[in-house]
């Protein structure tokens, strides 16, 4: 089945396990934003199996962890809403995160200034902020770094 989240989730990858792959959005309005997405067709959360929710539990880890060595996170807001699969039928739901790296302060990097001016409030759900390819590349390279 072929679905808008299929679609991207090959784009900028940064890991692949067994279940999920990992990969960073084009949007980086929060540095290091990026989607865990699982790679079979699931449509809730609580039909994911215990294989799948163990390598999810040890990607949380192993990502956070990757992200603050590479630029400093200080949390991280994760979301599995779905909501915009039920906006018109036939619905077709995809278990995938929302992984929203939060900064307290400014990161430069690649020539970029990365704000983040909801610190400390809830995220800002519509952004839009595109970067060079240098800069995307940079970013996709120092996290696979300290993903090793």
Request: aromatic content about 14%; some cysteine; hydrophobic content about 35%.
């Amino acid at each position: 089945m072929d679905c808008e989240i299929c679609r991207f989730k090959d784009n900028h990858q940064l890991l692949e396990t067994k279940y999920w792959s990992i990969n960073l959005s084009e949007d980086q309005y929060y540095l290091g934003r990026c989607f865990v997405t699982l790679k079979r067709h699931c449509g809730d959360l609580a039909d994911l199996n215990e294989k799948e929710q163990k390598d999810f539990f040890k990607i949380v880890k192993k990502l956070e962890a990757a992200i603050r060595k590479a630029f400093g996170a200080d949390l991280f807001n994760w979301g599995c809403l779905m909501n915009n699969s039920f906006e018109k039928k036939p619905w077709n739901p995809y278990v995938h995160w929302h992984v929203r790296p939060r900064y307290a302060k400014s990161v430069r990097f690649e020539g970029e200034i990365f704000e983040d001016k909801e610190f400390g409030s809830h995220y800002k759900r519509k952004t839009g902020k595109r970067v060079t390819k240098k800069a995307m590349n940079g970013i996709i390279n120092r996290i696979k770094l300290n993903l090793s």
